[in-house]
C-alpha cells in the first residue's frame, strides 16, 4: 500500500500529530486522528489487485513500422469497485521513443463482478519477438488517500516481422515475367529451353528456330516459341555475420539483404521455381525448405523476423558444405553477403569452384549510400578528400566484383533502396538466358 499525494497534503495541513509507521517510508508521517481514520477506511475500501482475473488476445505478429493491438481483459472478482491506474509493461522497442508513457498507462473502472477491456497499442521499432513483462495496478480507495499496488505475468508475445518494403516492385516485375512466359498478349520468345508453341514468322525472329517440318505442312514460315524453365531449385543464403551487422542508413545491412531476397521469392514462387532459405555464420540460424508456392513467403518472412546479425567471423567452409547439402542438384544459388575485399578473398573466393561446379551462383551485396554520396562531393579541400577516399574504396569493391565475375558468378551489387529491383531483374536476365 502507498499514501497518494493527497493523503501527505492533508497531514501537511493537520494540527493534532499522531505518529503512524508506513512501509516503504524512511519516517514517522505527522497526520492528525481523523485524517489516519480516513486512510484506514479508504484503504479498506480499495479494491484488491491480487484478486483480478486476467486473460489476453490481440494481434500475435506485425510487420515493422506497423502497429499491433493487444487488448487486456479484466475482471473484478471482489465485492468492492475498482479504480484504479494500470500499467501494462513492454520492451522499450514495443513503442516509438518518447511514446511509452502515454501508450502503456491506462485508467479504469470496474464495478464490482464485472468486466473491462483496455487495448494497448504497440508500434515496434525492431524486428523479433516482443514479450509482455509485467501489468502493474495501483488500485485507489474513494477519497484516493490510500492506494493498494500490486502486478501480474500474463504472458504475451507480438513478433515483428520484416516490414517487405521492395514488395511495390512486384508487380513491374511480374509484369516482365509474364512476357518472359509467353502469356501476354504479343507472344514473344522467351531464351528458355522448354518449347511452349508454334507461331507464324515475322521479321527480325531469328532464323534458328525455324520450325522446317511445320513450315512444310503449312502455307507459311512456323517458328518455335520458349519460354523459361519452371519448377527450378532457387537457394537464397544470407550471411547472417559479422559484415551484415554494418549499418547502412537506419538499418543493418542484413535487413536490406532480407528485403531483396523476399522479393526474389515472391518473384521465383510465381514464376513456378521452388524457393528455400538458408540463414548462416559459422552454423545454421534458420532453414526453410520443400514449402509450397502459397506457404515460402509466409514461412520465409516468419524465420527472418527472429534472425540478428552474429558478431562472429563467417565459416565460408562449411557455409559452402552446408549449401551443397540443402541444394543437392542443380539450383540457383543467391549468396547475400559481403563485398569487402578481405572477406570474400578470404572467405568466399576459395570455395566458389565447390559452387560454381554444380550449381549456377549469384552474390548480391549492399553498398553503402554514404560512400556513394561521398564519391561525388565537390566544392571544398574536405570533400575532394572524401571523394579520393570513397573512390577507392568503390574501385576495391569493383575489383572484388570483377574477380568473383571470372569465377561465372552474378554480381549485384547495389545500395539498400536499389538493391531488391536489382537482385530481381538479375534473376529475370538467367531465366532470359537459359541460364537456368
Known amino acids: 500500500m502507498a499514501l497518494t499525494g493527497r493523503a501527505a497534503l492533508l497531514a501537511a495541513l493537520g494540527s493534532l500529530p499522531v505518529g503512524i509507521w508506513e512501509p516503504g517510508w524512511t519516517g514517522i508521517l505527522a497526520v492528525n486522528a481523523p485524517l489516519a481514520i480516513a486512510c ?49 509493461a513492454w520492451p522499450p522497442s514495443s513503442w516509438q521513443p518518447g511514446t511509452e508513457t502515454e501508450a502503456s498507462r491506462h485508467h479504469l473502472t470496474i464495478p464490482a463482478g464485472e468486466r473491462r477491456r483496455i487495448t494497448t497499442r504497440l508500434h515496434p521499432t525492431r524486428r523479433g519477438d516482443r514479450q509482455a513483462d509485467r501489468v502493474t495496478i495501483r488500485s485507489y480507495g474513494p477519497l484516493g488517500l490510500f492506494t493498494r499496488q500490486g502486478s501480474h505475468k500474463i504472458p504475451w508475445t507480438v513478433r515483428v516481422l520484416p516490414p517487405f518494403t521492395s514488395r511495390k516492385h512486384l508487380p513491374s ?9 509467353g502469356r501476354t498478349s504479343v507472344l514473344t520468345r522467351g531464351e528458355g529451353t522448354e518449347f511452349d508453341s508454334l507461331r507464324e514468322y515475322v521479321p527480325g525472329d531469328d532464323t534458328r528456330f525455324i520450325d522446317w517440318r511445320a513450315t512444310a505442312r503449312h502455307s507459311t514460315v512456323a517458328v518455335r516459341t520458349w519460354r ?37 521469392a515472391a518473384l521465383a514462387s510465381r514464376a513456378g521455381d521452388r524457393v528455400d532459405l538458408l540463414a548462416y555464420d559459422r ?24 534472425l540478428e546479425p552474429e558478431l562472429v567471423e563467417t565459416n565460408a567452409r562449411t557455409l559452402a558444405a552446408t549449401a551443397l547439402r540443402t541444394a ?30 554444380r550449381h549456377t551462383v549469384l552474390v548480391a551485396s549492399v553498398a553503402d549510400p554514404h560512400i556513394v554520396r561521398m564519391a ?9 578528400y572524401d571523394a579520393a577516399s570513397a573512390a577507392q574504396a568503390q574501385n576495391e569493391r569493383h575489383r572484388t566484383a570483377e574477380r568473383l565475375r571470372r569465377h561465372g558468378v552474378t554480381v549485384v551489387d547495389a545500395i539498400p533502396d536499389e538493391l531488391a529491383p536489382a537482385l530481381a531483374d538479375a534473376y529475370l536476365a538467367l531465366k532470359a538466358a537459359g541460364r537456368l
Open 40 to 88: 484506514a477506511c479508504d484503504y479498506a475500501l480499495a479494491a484488491p489487485v491480487r484478486r483480478l482475473r486476467m486473460t489476453r488476445s490481440g494481434d500475435t505478429s506485425a510487420r515493422l513500422g506497423e502497429t499491433a493491438d493487444v487488448t487486456l481483459t479484466l475482471t473484478n472478482s471482489s465485492r468492492r469497485p475498482l479504480r484504479a491506474q494500470l500499467r501494462d
Open 173 to 181: 516485375r511480374l509484369a516482365r515475367l509474364r512476357d518472359l512466359d
Open 228 to 264: 523459361p524453365e519452371r519448377d527450378r531449385h532457387i537457394l537464397l543464403v544470407l550471411d547472417t555475420g559479422r559484415t551484415s551487422a554494418g549499418r547502412v542508413g537506419d538499418a543493418p545491412r542484413l535487413d536490406a539483404s532480407m528485403d531483396a531476397a523476399l522479393l526474389l
Open 283 to 306: 552454423r545454421v540460424r534458420a532453414l526453410v525448405q520443400g514449402r509450397t508456392a502459397r506457404d515460402v513467403l509466409p514461412s520465409l518472412v516468419n524465420a527472418m523476423a527472429a
Open 328 to 357: 543437392p542438384r542443380r539450383s540457383l544459388i543467391v549468396l547475400l553477403t559481403t563485398l569487402d575485399t578481405a572477406p570474400t578473398e578470404e572467405g568466399l573466393l576459395p570455395v566458389l569452384p565447390r559452387l560454381t561446379q
Open 376 to 384: 561525388a562531393s565537390r566544392g571544398t579541400a574536405d570533400a575532394v
